[in-house]
């Protein structure tokens, strides 16, 4: 293997992250024994804050952004660590709603440089390791740590968090989790912790969910059961668990799904937060690429659907949002994913397709895309090239939708913020 000189801690970010996707043998390498060893000899297993853990296959960005805007309106000094990134690695850590600059990652990444010894880290453990370091010198009060990929062996389970929520269960991540959904609902149980509350935001999930909150004695929270939520009107909601209620609450342009979710995490943390801050939060919330409109006349639409679960909830939203308006897709996604079942979910409402190919070792090719969609159909080299065709055909009134993986919505967000300067 290549040897690589250790950056400083002035180094550029873009060099760190260069030496930190060529020190570990793999992308991807779940197991904690590694990381749990780093962070233990560093003190980043056991951080002051209250600390709520996410995990599920779709969702858990919207729920920790929800959360997040709560907490911050009712004053709490929140962190939070989310991936991947749409643009900017900086995204992946937020601390009270802002990103840092490019010194605090250098910095945080040479302290766990000097942690580490002999023991190789993945970029995403050392990530994660780093915005831990992140949070401690800051002194947040709140941590919010949204899981990788599973949850039992992810990298953000070495911390012992007050709360755990898995936001959805569906198969993804097959090559990793494999394509039974009971083992993929023990895999994200794994973040569950004796006695304490662990919310499941998904209706009717596999039994290994609730059977290992049981096995560990863990406190279990499960929608339609415990909690509860309806909407009353198209601007309002009402959400209550046990004698508990709030109503009349401000639909969030995030999925009301997690919103009742964030909810519950929230009730079981045992922080202060008054109606007010709830209503203003859910008011507020927002996260870049889920649902976000860039303008209308056409309406240009960014969404990070990349599974058949969240292309369902995307058609859903358009059937809602803008019925009887022609919906131009433009879509890219990696290999790994179901591709024929997520561009089966969302055909009822697509009437022109601009299928682009990705770069990278997990991207998908547009004839990958094609094969699935109407004959004699263009294909693009990349998203913006299929954006930028999208918008010549696009009438005022169209709607125009980029979907299909983070890649694809970064790319194209990219594209866009750089034709606004």
């Not at 209250?50 to 709560?70: F, P, Q």
């Not at 949850?151 to 898995?166: C, F, K, M, P, Q």
């Not at 279990?220 to 109503?247: A, D, N, P």
């Not at 996604?333 to 009437?351: F, Q, R």
């Amino acid at each position: 293997m290549t040897q690589y000189s250790i950056p400083q801690a002035t180094s550029p970010l873009t060099v760190w992250l260069d030496y930190l996707s060529h020190i570990h043998t793999s992308a991807i390498d779940l197991g904690l024994e590694r990381v749990q060893t780093v962070a233990e000899k560093a003190q980043l297993t056991r951080p002051s804050a209250t600390v709520i853990t996410v995990a599920g296959t779709n969702g858990k960005g919207s729920t920790c952004a929800l959360m997040e805007s709560i907490l911050l309106q009712a004053g709490y000094s929140v962190g939070v660590y989310s991936s991947p990134h749409l643009i900017r690695y900086n995204e992946r850590v937020r601390i009270n709603g802002h990103e840092l600059p490019d010194s605090k990652h250098t910095e945080a990444f040479a302290y766990i440089e000097t942690q580490r010894g002999n023991t190789t880290l993945s970029l995403f453990e050392f990530g994660t390791l780093a915005a831990l370091r992140l949070f401690q010198t800051e002194q947040v009060e709140v941590i919010l740590l949204e899981v990788g990929l599973g949850g039992r062996l992810d990298a953000t389970n070495v911390v012992e968090h007050d709360v755990s929520v898995i936001t959805s269960l569906a198969i993804d991540h097959v090559d990793w989790l494999g394509d039974d959904i009971n083992v993929i609902g023990f895999e994200k149980a794994g973040i569950f912790r004796s006695g304490k509350p662990a919310i499941c935001g998904q209706p009717s999930p596999p039994a290994t969910v609730a059977a290992h909150a049981d096995d560990i004695s863990a406190t279990f929270y499960q929608v339609g059961i415990q909690y509860h939520y309806e909407t009353l009107s198209s601007s309002s909601w009402r959400w209550r668990s046990g004698s508990f209620e709030l109503s009349d609450l401000p639909i969030p342009t995030l999925p009301l799904a997690n919103a009742a979710t964030a909810l519950m995490a929230l009730g079981c943390s045992g922080l202060d937060i008054s109606d007010i801050d709830v209503s203003e939060g859910l008011r507020k919330a927002n996260l870049a690429g889920r649902m976000q409109v860039l303008q209308t006349q056409p309406t240009i639409l960014l969404d990070v659907a990349h599974n058949p679960h969240s292309a369902h909830y995307l058609v859903s939203q358009l059937e809602q949002r803008y019925p009887q308006q022609k919906v131009h897709m433009v879509l890219g996604m990696l290999h790994d994913k179901d591709i024929k079942s997520t561009i089966e979910a969302l055909t009822p409402v697509v009437k022109a397709w601009y299928p682009a190919s990705l770069s990278g070792p997990r991207a998908a090719s547009s004839q990958e895309l094609v094969r699935y969609l109407p004959p004699t159909q263009s294909e693009y080299l990349c998203p913006v090239d299929a954006f930028e065709a999208a918008l010549t055909k696009a009438q005022s009134n169209d709607v125009i939708v980029v979907a299909g993986s983070f890649h694809t919505v970064g790319e194209v967000l990219e594209h866009w913020q750089g034709k606004g300067e």
